[in-house]
């Protein structure tokens, strides 16, 4: 697949120069505040430093081809660890280290999916997440398609036996995720056999979907997997007409035991607070059909890429910045706990987090969550973003992974936000290095590494 269209800010703009007599609109010129003012020749040496080369795609695309898939409990994401851990040390980044974390060993096996009537045709499919296996055999059974849980619990009666389809088209991920991560255990209870569901994502070229599913505890667990919105939309075509659909479903996945892995963590130490840190990072870990280049590769590489850029350019801020990239977001966020946990005595003293785990396409800016004080800081700092077009800040700012953190400390929120097709690709054999412009990675890590020098940087210290 070609590059994905995204609406690049400068393409904008040049719409708006070339329209004759200008529009009728207030453009907002945003002059830089006084007291960021002395932090223009940073922000220029930083984001010069990153437009001037492709070193972070060219590393994103390294780490993707080289090692494939980082699955927690997967060969492929230790070797990436300890590639990152010389990498980093190479760079010339301080107190480069790992810290151990047991992550759950999820493995897929070998998964189909087949219509065996009214006429046979294997379908396209990925298992869940998380999810347990069929007998060797699978399971078969009658397909019942529901579109919600109302629907699922107003059928309550001929669930039991069956393979249930949640067929509800993509809204946002907030919405339609709660069908995967929930429908397994709603149908389970009512008797079904298997779930499938409608992929999590905007329609693609018939893609499913993975993620993670989340049993309750106590409750049936049953094998779910996704399908496309093609072929949801086919079969709920077929049982609208009154035609019964048979079903085979055969899973090989299964927990195995729980495996050792690691954060890792690179500093730059700060030259007059040490002690006092602004954490930026990624997830390391993936799901296991792509090469998780954009979730969370691209976040990963380009907050690391923020402290290397600082170190060429010997950029020492007063406060220490810290890269940690987190293992086991995808299906157990381990990693962000084992960091709460190892840290706690360390917390209060961390001045802000940030987590870049939405893509690295054509940032927009950050969003973010602290207080009035804070904000208005950071939206002052945002002002030097301008000439990249990464100077908005939204109204609230996180990641799942500095997410547990946040909630024991209490300090700023962070997220770098971009525009661009995510989750088109999210979670999908498409995850691949070729959806992201070098462009958009390298100004994402400008924006990142301006952004984090600064608030490292400033006198007083952000809350
Ligand atoms: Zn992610």
Same mark, same amino acid.
């Given at each position: 697949?070609?590059?994905?269209?995204?609406?690049?800010?400068?393409?904008?703009?040049?719409?708006?120069?070339?329209?004759?007599?200008?529009?009728?609109?207030?453009?907002?010129?945003?002059?830089?505040?006084?007291?960021?003012?002395?932090?223009?020749?940073?922000?220029?040496?930083?984001?010069?430093?990153?437009?001037?080369?492709?070193?972070?795609?060219?590393?994103?695309?390294?780490?993707?081809?080289?090692?494939?898939?980082?699955?927690?409990?997967?060969?492929?994401?230790?070797?990436?660890?300890? #590639?990152?851990?010389?990498?980093?040390?190479?760079?010339?980044?301080?107190?480069?280290?790992?810290?151990?974390?047991?992550?759950?060993?999820?493995?897929?096996?070998?998964?189909?999916?087949?219509?065996?009537?009214?006429?046979?045709?294997?379908?396209?499919?990925?298992?869940?997440?998380?999810?347990?296996?069929?007998?060797?055999?699978?399971?078969?059974?009658?397909?019942?398609?529901?579109?919600?849980?109302? =629907?699922?619990?107003?059928?309550?009666?001929?669930?039991?036996?069956?393979?249930?389809?949640?067929?509800?088209?993509?809204?946002n991920y907030g919405e339609t995720v709660r069908f995967r991560a929930?429908?397994?255990?709603?149908?389970?209870?009512?008797?079904?056999?298997?779930?499938?569901?409608?992929?999590?994502?905007?329609?693609?070229?018939?893609?499913?979907?993975?993620?993670?599913?989340?049993?309750?505890?106590? =409750?049936?667990?049953?094998?779910?997997?996704?399908?496309?919105?093609?072929?949801?939309?086919?079969?709920?075509?077929?049982?609208?007409?009154?035609?019964?659909?048979?079903?085979?479903?055969?899973?090989?996945?299964?927990?195995?035991?729980?495996?050792?892995?690691?954060?890792?963590?690179?500093?730059?130490?700060?030259?007059?607070?040490?002690?006092?840190?602004?954490?930026?990072?990624?997830?390391?870990?993936?799901?296991?059909?792509?090469?998780?280049?954009?979730?969370?590769?691209?976040?990963?590489?380009?907050? #690391?890429?923020? @402290?290397?850029?600082?170190?060429?350019?010997?950029?020492?801020?007063?406060?220490?910045?810290?890269?940690?990239? #987190?293992?086991?977001?995808?299906?157990?966020?381990?990693?962000?706990?084992?960091?709460?946990? =190892?840290?706690?005595?360390?917390?209060?003293?961390?001045?802000?987090?940030?987590?870049?785990?939405?893509?690295?396409?054509?940032?927009?800016?950050?969003?973010?969550?602290?207080?009035?004080?804070?904000?208005?800081?950071?939206?002052?700092?945002?002002?030097?973003?301008?000439?990249?077009?990464?100077?908005?800040?939204?109204?609230?700012?996180?990641?799942?992974?500095?997410?547990?953190?946040?909630?024991?400390?209490?300090?700023?929120?962070?997220? @770098?936000?971009?525009?661009?097709?995510?989750?088109?690709?999210?979670?999908?054999?498409?995850?691949?290095?070729?959806?992201?412009?070098? @462009?958009?990675?390298?100004?994402?890590?400008?924006?990142?590494?301006?952004?984090?020098?600064?608030?490292?940087?400033?006198?007083?210290?952000?809350?």
């Amino acid at each position: 697949m070609p590059h994905m269209p995204i609406i690049r800010p400068f393409a904008f703009a040049l719409l708006v120069v070339l329209q004759y007599p200008p529009p009728a609109v207030d453009v907002p010129h945003r002059t830089v505040p006084q007291w960021v003012a002395p932090y223009r020749d940073a922000t220029g040496r930083l984001t010069g430093e990153a437009l001037s080369s492709d070193a972070a795609w060219q590393r994103l695309a390294y780490l993707g081809d080289t090692f494939g898939h980082r699955l927690s409990g997967s060969p492929n994401l230790e070797a990436a660890i300890r #590639w990152a851990v010389e990498e980093m040390k190479r760079d010339g980044l301080e107190n480069v280290h790992t810290e151990p974390v047991k992550v759950p060993h999820w493995v897929r096996g070998r998964e189909s999916l087949e219509i065996l009537g009214p006429i046979p045709q294997p379908l396209v499919m990925l298992g869940l997440g998380n999810s347990v296996g069929t007998p060797p055999a699978g399971v078969e059974a009658e397909l019942l398609v529901v579109r919600s849980f109302e =629907q699922l619990d107003a059928a309550r009666d001929q669930v039991k036996g069956r393979i249930v389809l949640f067929n509800v088209p993509f809204t946002n991920y907030g919405e339609t995720v709660r069908f995967r991560a929930m429908g397994p255990s709603r149908a389970g209870v009512l008797g079904a056999v298997a779930v499938l569901v409608r992929a999590v994502g905007p329609a693609g070229l018939r893609t499913p979907h993975t993620g993670a599913l989340s049993y309750v505890d106590g =409750q049936p667990q049953i094998p779910a997997a996704a399908v496309s919105a093609e072929d949801a939309a086919r079969l709920q075509r077929i049982v609208d007409r009154g035609t019964t659909v048979r079903l085979q479903l055969k899973m090989e996945a299964k927990f195995l035991p729980d495996a050792d892995s690691a954060n890792v963590v690179g500093e730059i130490r700060g030259r007059e607070l040490p002690q006092e840190v602004v954490v930026i990072g990624g997830h390391f870990d993936s799901w296991d059909v792509g090469t998780g280049s954009t979730d969370d590769g691209g976040g990963c590489i380009a907050t #690391w890429e923020a @402290l290397r850029l600082m170190k060429k350019l010997n950029l020492r801020p007063r406060r220490t910045v810290r890269v940690v990239l #987190w293992t086991n977001e995808e299906n157990g966020g381990r990693g962000g706990q084992a960091y709460r946990d =190892q840290h706690l005595a360390e917390l209060s003293n961390h001045v802000m987090m940030m987590e870049s785990d939405g893509g690295v396409f054509a940032p927009t800016g950050f969003g973010f969550t602290g207080t009035e004080a804070g904000r208005a800081k950071v939206r002052d700092i945002a002002t030097l973003l301008a000439g990249i077009h990464a100077d908005n800040i939204g109204p609230s700012g996180g990641g799942a992974d500095i997410g547990p953190s946040i909630q024991h400390g209490g300090m700023a929120a962070m997220s @770098l936000e971009v525009e661009g097709n995510y989750f088109l690709i999210h979670h999908t054999p498409a995850d691949t290095v070729d959806k992201i412009d070098p @462009l958009d990675i390298a100004r994402s890590s400008a924006a990142i590494a301006v952004m984090t020098y600064v608030v490292a940087d400033m006198p007083e210290r952000i809350r």
